[in-house]
């Protein structure tokens, strides 16, 4: 299973993906992209924008029209996703996925914790109802769970940690 040898991360908002992917730079050949940039940089406008000024649907065919491309041009990438990008149809087809996994309440608590909790909790629309963002949470994880080739628990562990299990792990599936 070569999936382009790219690694692809998912899981749902604020559970780490992008500075588990900047820990995981370090230690391995990868380089990483992250769609979220990706399409902000292509719509030059913050994701907040994009669903206030063009809303949700218009962000997901975004995110569709970036897996396209991803698929068929990136190779030996670690590729960071937004938590509703793995609705897009190829998923599996653009490297071995990955799901940073924990419960709903230790995100919440990570992302409060942070040095920097408001722009973290303001950037993301979807995060501005907790109550609702439950739901979506309890909706989505059974589905990233079918997704994954690979699952890592990443709850209280240090990005280190977790690029450590990582890297052992996704050995099986990238040459
Ligand atoms: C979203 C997650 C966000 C971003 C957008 C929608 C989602 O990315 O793509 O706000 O649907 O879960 P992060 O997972 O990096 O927060």
């Given amino acids: 299973m070569s999936k382009n040898?790219?690694?692809i991360f998912i899981g749902f908002m604020g559970v780490g993906k992008g500075s588990v992917a900047r820990e995981v730079i370090k230690h391995s050949e990868y380089i990483a992209i992250d769609t979220d940039d990706l399409i902000e940089s292509?719509?030059?406008r913050k994701i907040k924008k994009i669903f206030q000024e063009d809303g949700e649907s218009y962000f997901r065919?975004?995110?569709n029209n970036l897996s396209i491309w991803l698929e068929k041009s990136v190779k030996n990438t670690l590729i960071s996703t937004g938590g509703g990008f793995y609705k897009v149809k190829n998923l599996k087809k653009i490297g071995t996925v990955v799901l940073l996994d924990s419960p709903f309440e230790s995100i919440i608590k990570r992302?409060?914790?942070h040095p920097n909790a408001a722009k973290k909790l303001k950037k993301r629309p979807l995060l501005s109802d907790l109550e609702k963002?439950?739901?979506l949470y309890d909706i989505r994880r059974p589905e990233y769970l079918e997704l994954a080739d690979i699952i890592v628990?990443?709850?209280?562990k240090s990005a280190s940690d977790c690029?450590?299990?990582i890297l052992k792990k996704v050995k099986k599936y990238v040459k």
């Fill in 61 to 63: 065919e975004l995110e």
């Fill in 163 to 165: 690029t450590k299990e």
């Fill in 133 to 135: 963002a439950k739901e």
């Fill in 42 to 44: 292509m719509e030059n």
């Fill in 5 to 7: 040898n790219n690694i």
């Fill in 153 to 156: 628990d990443v709850t209280d």
């Fill in 111 to 113: 992302i409060k914790e």
